[in-house]
C-alpha cells in the first residue's frame, strides 16, 4: 500500500435511518468498490449534510433521516497509530501487522520486543472492519494461550492497548481451569455475545470448539501466542486442526468423496452445522521450535511442518532492534557434597520412621492401596530430589512443610478418576499424622545434620550448590543497594522440579534474614516461590507481589518462563538443567533490564546460544517456507478421507481419542482405577499371532445391561466394504487407514494399532446406545447400580490393585499384610466398635472351632499404637501368627486380631469354618449396625418394578462402595429385606 494512496470511495446511500447493521454493510460496499486488496478504511457518516467523524458518536436512532456513508483510505501508519492507544507501534511492529493483512502468519520475534502489541494492532483491526460471514453477528477474535497466569496477563494488555471500538471499549473473556466447566450452551451464546475477545488456555477452548459452544464462523482471527507448543495431538495442535475441518477445499467436496450432496451433509454433521472458517491464524513465539534442535535440515523439516500445521507463513519483520544481552556466567561448585553413603543414612531414618508409619495408614484402607503407595512412591523421589540438590535441610523443609500438604492434593486429585476408591477416611487422618507422626520425625532427621566436615556419621545440611546460589545472590544484592542505592533491584531464580520450589524459597529467605548486611525492614528482600499447582489466587497474589515489588525474589517453575512480563526484572538464574534451547531462549527473556546477570548452574549457555542462531536463520531464511501447494495439500490431507459417521464418528470421537474415553467411562461406571484399564478390559488372546490376525482379540465394556464384547468382526461393519475392481463379484474390507491421512500412522506395531481399533469402536457403540454422552462422559444411564451388579469387578483384578504395600515393611509382618483381604476397619480409624465385627464374636467363634478341632486355646498379645491412641493385637492359634488392624480398646484389638487370623486359616481348624453364615432374620438391622461400626453413610436402597402389571419390587443395595442386589418381592419392605440379606451374602465377610 502507498503512502499516497488516499482517495474518496464515493458516498453509499442508506436511507431509512441509521442502522449499524446495514451502516456496516454500507461500508463492505464501498470497500468493494474501490477494490482494495488490504480493507483499510477511515469512514464518516452525514445525516442531512452534518458530518459526524465516528461511530461511537452517533445517536442510536435519528428517525428517518437518510444516512450517507463515506469512505476513505488513509495512511497505513496514520491507519496503525489509530488502532492503539498509548503507543505508538514501531516500523517493524507496523511491518508485522500488514503481514497478518495479508495471509496467516507466525510472527517470530525475541522476548521484550512487542509481540502483544503486535496482535493488538490485529484484533482491533479485524474487530473493525467489514464481515463476509454473519454480517449481523458482531466479529469475535480468539486469543489461545498455553497458562493460566497468561489469561490474565494477555486480558489486560488487551484491554489497555486496543482504541475504543464503535459500541465501546474492548471487553475480554477470561477461559482457564474450570471456569466454564457448568456453562450450557445459552450461557456460551451469552459470553460470547457480550465481549469482543475471547482470551484462553488452549485445552478449555478446545473442548468448547469440539461441544459446539464455540461457532468458529464468527472469529475473523485467531492468535495463537506461543505457538511453539502446537505440535503432534497438543491441544493447540488440535484446535488448528479443528479449523481446517471447518474450512471448506477451494471447489466444495475433496476428489473422490462421492456424490457432492451427500458429501456436503456428512460434512455439515461433522462440524454440527458450525459456520465454515474463513478467518486469519496469527502465531506468536519466541522460539518457534519446542523440541530438540540438533541440526539445520531437521529444522527444515521442522519449520515447513509448523507452516502447514498452522497454515501460515513463518516471519521475521526486518529491522528488529538488537536486544542487549546480560552477562552470562556459569557457576560451579562441588557436585559431591550428598554421597551414596549420605542417602542410605536418611532413607534408613526415613524407612524406620515414616514410611513404615505410612504403611500402618495404608494396611488399614479399605481401597486404593495402588493409587496411595504410588502417591507415597512419588513423594518418597521428591525428598530424595531434595536432598541431593538442596541438603537435608530441605529435606527437613519439604517433610514438615509440603509432605502432607502434595499428598493431600494428590489424592484429591485422584479421588476424580478412582471413585471406587474411598480416600475421605485416608485424608481426615492426614492431620493427626502430621502432629503424631511427621512433626517428631523431623526432629529424627536433625539429629542427623552435620557439624564437624569431616564427621561421615551425619549428613551435611546444605550442598555447595544451595551455598553458592546464596552467596552470588547475596552480592547482587549487596551491590544494587550499597552501590547503587537500587532498593527495587528483582530477579528469577528457575527450578526444574515442583518439589525444589517451596524448601528452596524458605531457605533463601533464611540466608537473606541472617545476613549482617541486609537493609532495613521495610526494604528487606521478601522470596516468594510460584509452581504450576498453587491455587489460582495464591498464584495472583504472588504475580502481583513480584511485579509491585514487594516480593523482589521469585522461586519458580517453568509455569513462568514463557510470557511472564516483568520490565524491571534484573537477573535470571537457571538453578536446574535447562532441558531445551526455547527454555534457554525464554529463561533468558525474563531479565529485562539493561545490564541484567543470567547464571547457569548446570549449563553450557554457549551451547545454547548456538541453536538459537540456526533457528533464527532457519526463520528468516523465506526460501524454506512451506509452499503455499504444500499447506493446501496438508489441509486436503487432514480432510480427504474422512467420513462423518465412520471415522471420525464425531468431533472428538476418534481412533486416538477412544482408549481415554473408555478408559474414564469405566472408572465412572465401576468406581475403578481409569488408568489400569487394559488389565479389565483388553483382551489381547494370542501375542505371538501372526499380523492380521484379530479373531481371537477383544475389549469388553460395562453397560447396565452387562458386558458389552466388541470384537474385530464390530471394526468391519462399521469400516464397510468396497468392490474390488479387480475382482468385480467381490469386495474389499475397508480398514481404519481408509480413513486417515496418507502419513498418519498408529504407534505401537501391530497389538497398538488393534488395541486403538477396538477402543474407538468400543467408544462408539457406546456413544451409539446412549451410554456416553455428548460431553464423551458416563451418562446417568450406564451410572446406573445394575452397572456394577451385572459387571462386577473380578476377584484377580481388585487383588492386583490391593495386594502389596508400596515401600516394604518388615519381613515378619510383609506375609500378613499381602494377604490380607479388606480389614473389617473400614470406616475411620480408632471408631469404637461398640458392636462386635461383622460376621458377630470373632474372639468367641475361634475359640470354638479351636476346641471343636483338639487344638489349644489362641493366644493374644497386645502393644501399644504408634500414634498413642489405641493397641495393636496378635493372635496366635494352631501355630500361626496374624496381626490385626489397630483399636482403640484392647478387647476390641483382639475381636480385629481374631477376625484377620480367621480370614487367613480359618480352613486348617474346620471345614465349616470357611462356609457362609446364615442370613440374619434382620438382614437390614445388621448391615445398619455395620455400617454405623464403620463410621459410613448409611446403606441405599434403589428400588425398580417388574412383573406383567408392575405389581413386584426389586431393591439394590449400596453400602461401602459395594452393590447387591435382591429377589423380587410384593412389598418394599421385603425387597429391602432381600437386598441387605444378598450383600451380607456377597460382602459381609
Not at 814 to 826: K, W
Request: include cysteine.
Amino acid at each position: 500500500m502507498t503512502k499516497e494512496a488516499v482517495r474518496d470511495g464515493g458516498p453509499v446511500r442508506v436511507t431509512g435511518g441509521y442502522d449499524p447493521i446495514r451502516v456496516a454493510d454500507a461500508k463492505a460496499e464501498a470497500c468493494r468498490k474501490l477494490e482494495w486488496a488490504v480493507p483499510v478504511w477511515s469512514c464518516a457518516l452525514r445525516f442531512d449534510g452534518c458530518v459526524q467523524s465516528d461511530d461511537a458518536t452517533l445517536p442510536r436512532s435519528p428517525g428517518g433521516l437518510d444516512v450517507m456513508v463515506e469512505v476513505r483510505q488513509v495512511e497505513f501508519a496514520q491507519y496503525a497509530a489509530g488502532l492503539v492507544v498509548g503507543k505508538t507501534p514501531r516500523d517493524y511492529q507496523r511491518a508485522a501487522f500488514e503481514r497478518t493483512l495479508k495471509e496467516g502468519t507466525v510472527l517470530n520475534m525475541g522476548t521484550g520486543l512487542g509481540k502483544t502489541l503486535c496482535a493488538s494492532l490485529a484484533i482491533s483491526h479485524y474487530l473493525r472492519s467489514p464481515r463476509e460471514q454473519q454480517p449481523r453477528q458482531r466479529a469475535l477474535v480468539m486469543f489461545v494461550v498455553q497458562t493460566v497466569v497468561l489469561v490474565e496477563q494477555q486480558a489486560q494488555e488487551i484491554e489497555r492497548d486496543v482504541a475504543p471500538l464503535p459500541h465501546g471499549r474492548v471487553k475480554c473473556l477470561q477461559l482457564s481451569g474450570n471456569a466454564a466447566d457448568t456453562w450450557d450452551a445459552n450461557e456460551w451464546q451469552h459470553a460470547q455475545d457480550s465481549h469482543d475477545v475471547v482470551v484462553g488456555t488452549a485445552q478449555l477452548l478446545h473442548n468448547a470448539l469440539v461441544n459446539a459452544y464455540i461457532d468458529i464462523g464468527r472469529y475473523e482471527l485467531v492468535i495463537f501466542d506461543e505457538c511453539h507448543h502446537a505440535k503432534k495431538n497438543s491441544p493447540m495442535a488440535n484446535i488448528s486442526r479443528w479449523m481446517l475441518r471447518t474450512t471448506l477445499p477451494e471447489g466444495g467436496a475433496p476428489k473422490g468423496a462421492g456424490d457432492k450432496h451427500a458429501w456436503d451433509a456428512a460434512w455439515d454433521s461433522v462440524v454440527r452445522r458450525a459456520t465454515p472458517w474463513k478467518g486469519r491464524i496469527l502465531g506468536l513465539t519466541a522460539s518457534w521450535e519446542l523440541g530438540r534442535v540438533d541440526n539445520e535440515a531437521d529444522l527444515h523439516k521442522k519449520r515447513v511442518a509448523l507452516e502447514a500445521l498452522l497454515q501460515a507463513a513463518l516471519y521475521v519483520p526486518p529491522g528488529l532492534p538488537g536486544k542487549q544481552e546480560g552477562s552470562s556466567m556459569v557457576v560451579y561448585y562441588n557436585k559431591e557434597t550428598i554421597t551414596e553413603r549420605h542417602f542410605e543414612m536418611v532413607e534408613k531414618v526415613m524407612r524406620e520412621g515414616l514410611f513404615k508409619r505410612f504403611n500402618e495408614l495404608l494396611a488399614r484402607q479399605r481401597s486404593g492401596r495402588q493409587i496411595l503407595g504410588e502417591q507415597v512412591k512419588k513423594l518418597k523421589r521428591q525428598w530424595e530430589y531434595n536432598l541431593k540438590q538442596l541438603g537435608l535441610a530441605a529435606c527437613e523443609l519439604y517433610v514438615e512443610k509440603a509432605l502432607i500438604r502434595a499428598l493431600h492434593d494428590a489424592l484429591r486429585k485422584a479421588s476424580e478418576y478412582a471413585a471406587y476408591a474411598n480416600f475421605a477416611e485416608f485424608i481426615s487422618e492426614l492431620p493427626e499424622f502430621q502432629r503424631l507422626v511427621v512433626k517428631p520425625f523431623t526432629e529424627e532427621l536433625r539429629n542427623l545434620r552435620q557439624v564437624d566436615p569431616d564427621d561421615d556419621a551425619t549428613v551435611p545440611s546444605r550442598t555447595h550448590k544451595l551455598d553458592t546460589l546464596c552467596e552470588h545472590l547475596l552480592g547482587l544484592f549487596f551491590e544494587a543497594h550499597a552501590r547503587k542505592g537500587n532498593y527495587s533491584y528483582k530477579g528469577i531464580v528457575f527450578v526444574q522440579e515442583t518439589a525444589l520450589a517451596v524448601p528452596l524459597q524458605l531457605l533463601l529467605q533464611r540466608a537473606f534474614d541472617d545476613d549482617p548486611y541486609r537493609p532495613l525492614d521495610d526494604r528487606r528482600v521478601r522470596v516468594e516461590a510460584y509452581t504450576g499447582v498453587l491455587p489460582r489466587e495464591k498464584q495472583r497474589a504472588v504475580v502481583e507481589a513480584f511485579k509491585s515489588g514487594k516480593a523482589r525474589l521469585l522461586v519458580s517453575t517453568a509455569a513462568t518462563e514463557e510470557g511472564f512480563n516483568v520490565t524491571d526484572c534484573a537477573f535470571v538464574a537457571c538453578f536446574s538443567a535447562v532441558q531445551q534451547t526455547k527454555a534457554f531462549i525464554q529463561r533468558k527473556g525474563r531479565a529485562r533490564m539493561e545490564g541484567c546477570t543470567l547464571l547457569y548452574f548446570e549449563d553450557d549457555p554457549g551451547e545454547h546460544a548456538r541453536k538459537e542462531q540456526m533457528l533464527k536463520r532457519t526463520a528468516a531464511d523465506d526460501t524454506l517456507a512451506c509452499a503455499p501447494t504444500a499447506r493446501a495439500s496438508y489441509r486436503q490431507r487432514v480432510t480427504a478421507k474422512e467420513k462423518p459417521g465412520v471415522h471420525p464418528y464425531e468431533p472428538g470421537l476418534d481412533v486416538y481419542s477412544g482408549v481415554s474415553i473408555v478408559t474414564m467411562y469405566v472408572a465412572a461406571c465401576l468406581r475403578t482405577a481409569g488408568g489400569a484399564g487394559d488389565k479389565l478390559l483388553f483382551h489381547d488372546g494370542n501375542p505371538q499371532r501372526e499380523h492380521g490376525d484379530t479373531n481371537d482379540a477383544f475389549v469388553r465394556v460395562p453397560t447396565p445391561r452387562g458386558w458389552l464384547k466388541i470384537t474385530y468382526d464390530d471394526a468391519d461393519e462399521l469400516f464397510g466394504k468396497l468392490p474390488d475392481p479387480e475382482a468385480p463379484e467381490e469386495e474389499v474390507q475397508l480398514t481404519i487407514y481408509d480413513y486417515l491421512p496418507a502419513d498418519a500412522k498408529l504407534k505401537g506395531g501391530f497389538p497398538g494399532e488393534l488395541r486403538k481399533v477396538l477402543y474407538y469402536i468400543a467408544a462408539v457403540r457406546l456413544r451409539q446406545q446412549g451410554f456416553v454422552g455428548g460431553d464423551f462422559k458416563a451418562t446417568d444411564a450406564a451410572r446406573h447400580p445394575d452397572t456394577r451388579v451385572k459387571c462386577p469387578l473380578p476377584a484377580e483384578y481388585l487383588a492386583a490393585l490391593d495386594a502389596k504395600l508400596p515401600l516394604g515393611v518388615p519381613p515378619a509382618c510383609e506375609e500378613n499384610y499381602q494377604a490380607l483381604p479388606n480389614p473389617p476397619h473400614s470406616g475411620p480409624a480408632y471408631a469404637d466398635p461398640a458392636l462386635p465385627s461383622a460376621a458377630g464374636n470373632h474372639v468367641g467363634r475361634l475359640q470354638e472351632l479351636s476346641a471343636a478341632a483338639g487344638k489349644g486355646a489362641p493366644e493374644y498379645s497386645m502393644t501399644p499404637d504408634a500414634y498413642g491412641r489405641g493397641f495393636s493385637a496378635k493372635c496366635t492359634a494352631d501355630g500361626c501368627s496374624v496381626e490385626g488392624a489397630p483399636a482403640p480398646r484392647q478387647v476390641s484389638a483382639k475381636q480385629e486380631a481374631a477376625w484377620a487370623w480367621l480370614q487367613l486359616h480359618a480352613s486348617r481348624l474346620a471345614p465349616a469354618a470357611t462356609q457362609k453364615s446364615p442370613a440374619p432374620a434382620n438382614a437390614v438391622a445388621e448391615l445398619n449396625l455395620i455400617t454405623q461400626r464403620g463410621g459410613v453413610p448409611q446403606p441405599v436402597y434403589k428400588y425398580t418394578v417388574s412383573g406383567p402389571d408392575a405389581e413386584l419390587f426389586v431393591a439394590v443395595c449400596d453400602a461401602f462402595d459395594k452393590i447387591a442386589k435382591g429377589t423380587e418381592h410384593a412389598t418394599k419392605k421385603a425387597a429391602k429385606q432381600s437386598a441387605a440379606a444378598a450383600w451380607l451374602e456377597a460382602h459381609g465377610s
